[in-house]
């Protein structure tokens, strides 16, 4: 008796048992969406450092029995730690100033404006977020309006930060979309660029950019965190971090702490964001009517971004007699340095000699700091500062 009950108790604490008896179908659709997200970045090569590892965090938040992402579980205070907290997102910006050439934009800072059009997504998605509470089954707040809204900017740390602060309960949804969108940049971005865009303007050349001093790329993240405390302190957590990393790696005087932020840093605490964010891809909380909303506002995000970028390109390019490709504006999403890539092979296949990839680096990393400052000022007036 003794060894049957010790053999049923085996069977009883097994993954199939529990998923047969207690019919956790939600649990084995959300694996199978984990294992989505391994084959996209290990197969497809989409956005492999965040979806690999979000796919395994899913994964293994999804295990029935396991208690990975319970109370007292290792994704558990992963998350605690490092998302709820906003540390994650904060030192991942460290990074990512730590690994961005601001050179493109200070040589041409009329790329302000096209970073600062593409943010245009994230207001818009934010009205849509609001009017789907009048279909329902859909209850969004402001807060949550706001959050699902940073998509449009294309930057995933931002948008956990943001979703961290004001919308913790979907941050799975929010993170998963901001990700994928970021990863399917080649595939959505191309045909919006075609349909605002003549082939004329496609085969613009522009002019080569002036040289950049070092004490222009010195005083340039210290002038960026200057304005920023000034105007909008509540932006300063994901500026100050952005503005820091890029002052390490232009002064100078400290390659170690930059090499750090640019490799060992920012790989450590993007293997924990990702298994975080994975973390919150619970069945009971992510097979929502909401999450396929915020799925779909995710992509008209993307796409009106994309499409205010290109647009206020085409005026600029209007005001100063053509002399600028109206392509460059799409890289104002922020999505680094992916969208530069897709404006310079679009380029490209207009106008063998176009190589627009620096130009396309202006607004790209103008959007990073544009993307940093519309979260600052959701937060401002949504989370109340």
């Known amino acids: 008796m003794d060894l049957a009950q010790g053999l ?24 199978s969406v984990g294992f989505l997200l391994l084959y996209l970045g290990i197969v497809k090569k989409f956005e492999p450092l965040l979806l690999v590892t ?22 558990y205070y992963v998350y605690k730690m490092g998302i709820e907290t906003g540390v994650f997102p904060l030192l991942i910006f460290m990074g990512v100033g730590a690994l961005t050439d601001f050179g493109a934009l200070i040589a041409n800072p009329k790329m302000l404006f096209l970073g600062a059009a593409a943010q245009f997504g994230i207001f818009v998605t934010l009205l849509g977020a609001l009017a789907l ?34 919308a913790p309960d979907l941050l799975g949804a929010i993170a998963v979309a901001a990700y994928s969108y970021m990863a399917l940049v080649p595939l959505i971005q191309p045909p919006i660029m075609k349909l605002l865009t003549t082939e004329e303007e496609r085969k613009i050349e522009m002019k080569q950019l002036r040289v950049v001093t070092k004490t222009e790329k010195i005083m340039f993240p210290l002038t960026v965190l200057l304005m920023t405390l000034i105007f909008l302190p509540a932006a300063v957590p994901l500026v100050g971090m952005l503005t820091f990393g890029n002052l390490l790696k232009e002064c100078g005087v400290v390659d170690r702490l930059s090499h750090a932020a640019q490799n060992e840093i920012i790989n450590a605490v993007t293997i924990f964001l990702g298994l975080a964010v994975g973390s919150k891809l619970q069945a009971d909380k992510f097979l929502t009517v909401e999450t396929l909303g915020i799925l779909a506002l995710g ?54 000699h176009n190589f627009l990839l620096m130009h ?18 959701l937060l401002a007036v949504v989370g109340g500062g």
């Open 8 to 31: 049923l108790a085996l069977w009883q604490s097994t993954g199939v048992e529990n998923f047969l008896s207690e019919g956790l179908w939600r649990e084995f659709i959300m694996m």
């Open 54 to 75: 979000i796919g395994f965090g899913a994964v293994l938040a999804n295990i029935p029995g396991a208690g990975m992402a319970d109370e007292g579980g290792l994704l």
């Open 133 to 166: 509470n009048y279909v329902p089954g859909f209850e969004f707040s402001l807060a949550d309006a706001a959050a699902i809204g940073i998509i449009g900017g294309a930057d995933g740390p931002t948008a956990i930060f943001l979703a961290s602060k004001l």
């Open 299 to 352: 992509a008209v995000a993307f796409s009106i971004g994309t499409a205010a970028g290109i647009m206020m390109a085409k005026l600029l390019s209007r005001l100063t007699g053509g002399g600028i490709n109206p392509l460059i504006g799409a890289a104002g999403v922020s999505a680094v340095p992916m969208a530069a890539r897709v404006v310079n092979k679009v380029g490209l296949e207009a106008n063998h």
């Open 360 to 377: 396309a680096m202006g607004p790209n990393v103008a959007g990073v700091i544009g993307s940093a400052v519309a979260a600052g000022i």
